[in-house]
């Protein structure tokens, strides 16, 4: 089986490393992918290129925008794709251009699957991402193996945009449970604790969760790397409020969230991860 993989960024490159078999890659800078090179891969100058090469196609990009010129664009995939091929976009984009890109790829015989994952930085590394799917439940049980080699969890959700519609829900939890993480620890030190070992009692009690255990120590050393960027946090956070409103429902810790880590600096928002909203409460920001 030859599979293609485009996106070799933060979490793609990991991501990519689990797959076995014939790999072709490609991304915008040659040099991210060049730990796959070293071992094995094939690189591919355009994405018209690889997907000729390959059955299976892996993505995974930065924005929604991103995802339609891939797909839909006349040099994208599914123009140069060919009947009988499978891919698999494990971007964070939306759910309504997900059951879109999927309705076009039918008409050429080809199946779309829309398979965000979550778990940062530590789980692409490690293999223990969860994957949520949506699409075509033929082509979700021959690639199933696939996404497992990456994953500790792969759920199958239905129809095209269900696989992103989970991710929003994923994302929505998130975002309020960093806020809280934030809070915390910023009561925490104004009361005069030592904060990380209030940090190691409640990560063990009701309060426990995996922002507590896996970003809360980066915050408290000024490790501010990006597991999962800041801006690309905002663009998800952005499309659930998007989604919220078409379903006439409200979500207002989410739109808190989001004008929290609004008001952050550009700097904050384009380099670092998502648990640099600790920087809102040490510079007393309101």
């Known amino acids: 089986m030859k599979i293609g993989f485009i996106g070799t960024g933060v979490m793609g490159a990991s991501m990519a490393g689990y797959l076995t078999g014939d790999l072709y890659v490609y991304n915008r800078t040659k040099h ?129 945009g269900s696989g992103q519609h989970t991710k929003m829900a994923n994302q929505i939890a998130i975002a309020s449970g960093m806020i809280g993480v934030a809070e915390s620890l910023h009561y925490a030190k104004s009361a005069g604790l030592d904060v990380e070992r209030v940090l190691e009692t409640i990560a063990k009690g ?33 499309i659930a409020l998007q989604e919220a409103e078409k379903m006439e429902i409200k979500l207002p810790g989410l739109a808190l969230a989001y004008s929290l880590y609004e008001a952050l600096s550009d700097d904050e928002k384009m380099e670092d991860g998502t648990h640099t909203i600790i920087h809102y409460y040490e510079n007393d920001k309101e």
């Open 32 to 160: 991210k992918a060049r730990g796959l090179l070293d071992k094995g891969a094939i690189w591919c100058d355009s994405p018209a290129a690889l997907v000729q090469e390959v059955d299976i196609v892996f993505t995974m990009l930065g924005y929604p925008d991103d995802v339609r010129e891939m797909y839909l664009g006349e040099t994208g995939l599914i123009a140069n794709g060919k009947s009988g091929q499978i891919m698999i976009d494990c971007t964070t984009s939306s759910p309504e251009l997900a059951a879109r890109i999927a309705e076009e790829a039918l008409e050429k015989g080809i199946a779309i699957l829309d398979a965000p994952v979550s778990g940062g930085d530590i789980g692409a590394k490690n293999g223990t991402l969860s994957t949520m799917v949506g699409g075509d439940a033929a082509a979700f049980l021959t690639v199933e193996p696939l996404l497992q080699a990456f994953s500790s969890s792969v759920s199958y959700f239905g129809l095209a």
């Open 206 to 238: 009701a309060a426990g969760s995996w922002s507590l255990s896996n970003l809360a120590p980066r915050m408290l050393s000024g490790d501010f790397k990006p597991g999962f960027y800041t801006h690309h946090f905002l663009k998800d956070m952005k």
